[in-house]
């Protein structure tokens, strides 16, 4: 399994798990996921999450979701950039997602950015997803 697919199937693996309004989801561990859920952390979209070990050598991601009165703070989750199809946007051309009330996930030069902070750095680079 790739990296990028990991990416896909745990953005898959959250949006399920809102759906259903379940407290929490298990994710196979990657680093680009580690920073993934700092950034949804710091942008308010989930309560947190922590890395435990089932066995030696294998670990996992167990993210606690957030919700508000019962319902999920994640309305909306989605992948833009697939294994097959790279989505790459320049420093001037980043996408704003429902006009500013959702978040674009991009992984740039400087890591893994919001819309909004790309923005006043001005970098670019790949559209991973959307979050609202």
């Not at 700092?38 to 294998?58: A, S």
């Not at 819309?115 to 001005?122: N, S």
Request: hydrophobic content about 40%.
């Amino acid at each position: 399994m790739s990296l990028n697919s990991i990416f896909c199937d745990s953005i898959t693996r959250i949006r399920n798990a809102c759906m259903v309004k379940r407290d929490f989801t298990i994710l196979q561990y990657s680093k680009l996921l580690v920073n993934l859920l700092n950034l949804l952390k710091t942008e308010g979209y989930i309560e947190g999450f922590e890395i435990f070990e089932e066995r030696k050598g294998v670990r996992f991601i167990k993210v606690t979701l957030k919700y508000y009165h019962s319902q999920s703070v994640i309305k909306k989750i989605g992948v833009v950039s697939r294994p097959g199809c790279k989505v790459y946007t320049g420093a001037d051309r980043i996408p704003r997602y429902m006009d500013g009330l959702g978040t674009v996930i991009l992984s740039t030069p400087k890591g893994l950015l919001p819309d909004r902070e790309a923005r006043e750095m001005k970098v670019g680079g790949e559209v991973l997803a959307v979050v609202l």
